[in-house]
């Protein structure tokens, strides 16, 4: 049974450039969480979606971010005109049925640097 | 403001030892807390958790103590190995069903062999 499945694994972008970060959840989990995690610091929460909905989005920044899990395919987090900020490690997260633990199931991320 | 915070950033402990990872949080909403563990250049791995309501919960070499009326979390390791050389992060939660979860710093344990 695989993980979590994020890629790339490894982003290297320019200044205003645009990153597409992908994320296919566990197989059977339809939720989906997007954290950011800068160096030497804990993970932020940033977009909770489900299929084809954003249910919490309060952690996203309000310009340039933003995330989707459409019907098919995987989630996708954008980041437009990209910044030497934005570099961090982004972690997606799955879980199954809500309201049936707190366990999430973490991918092993995408680290994106912006040069 | 909501946050979740360590006591400590680093923490070495002799292989065989147990290890006690400390974690103050100023939530008092919070519906369960969790333990995750990250290795380097991976995802964070979930390890215990454990609902407001209870005080503790034991798994494998592992036990959470939570004391709210403090307002904090502890995780020890029993016996810790080699392999439990890690970031240990708490984190909390207030809703089962949204897992937004805050989390803290992380402390790094290193064991001595």
């Known amino acids: 049974n695989a993980g979590v499945m994020q890629n790339p694994r490894h982003l290297v972008r320019r200044r205003g450039q645009e990153a597409r970060l992908r994320c296919s959840p566990m197989?059977?989990?339809?939720?989906v969480y997007w954290y950011r995690q800068l160096p030497e610091e804990g993970l932020k929460f940033m977009v909770y979606?489900?299929?084809?909905?954003?249910?919490?989005e309060s952690g996203m920044p309000k310009e340039r971010f933003s995330a989707e899990f459409p019907k098919e395919g995987p989630s996708i987090l954008r980041i437009q005109q990209v910044v030497r900020g934005d570099s961090a490690a982004y972690f997606c997260?799955?879980?199954?049925?809500?309201?049936?633990?707190?366990?999430?199931?973490f991918g092993e991320g995408s680290r994106l640097t912006v040069l | 403001g909501e946050s979740v915070g360590l006591h400590l950033p680093t923490l070495s402990v002799q292989e065989g030892d147990n290890s006690i990872i400390n974690c103050a949080y100023s939530?008092?909403?919070?519906?369960?807390f969790i333990w995750y563990k990250q290795e380097s250049g991976k995802g964070p791995q979930f390890i215990i958790d454990?609902?407001?309501?209870?005080d503790k919960r034991q798994g494998q070499r592992v036990t959470v103590l939570l004391n709210k009326t403090v307002k904090h979390l502890s995780l020890q390791i029993a016996a810790t190995q080699p392999g439990d050389s890690a970031v240990y992060f708490c984190?909390?939660?207030?809703?089962?069903?949204?897992?937004?979860?805050?989390f803290g710093t992380g402390t790094r344990l290193t064991i001595i062999p």
């Open positions: 997260a799955s879980s199954p049925q809500p309201g049936a633990s707190g366990e999430l199931f």
């Open positions: 939530n008092s909403a919070s519906d369960y």
């Open positions: 454990i609902r407001s309501n209870m």
């Open positions: 979606l489900q299929k084809e909905n954003i249910i919490d």
């Open positions: 197989k059977g989990h339809s939720h």
């Open positions: 984190a909390e939660g207030k809703n089962f069903g949204n897992e937004k979860l805050t």
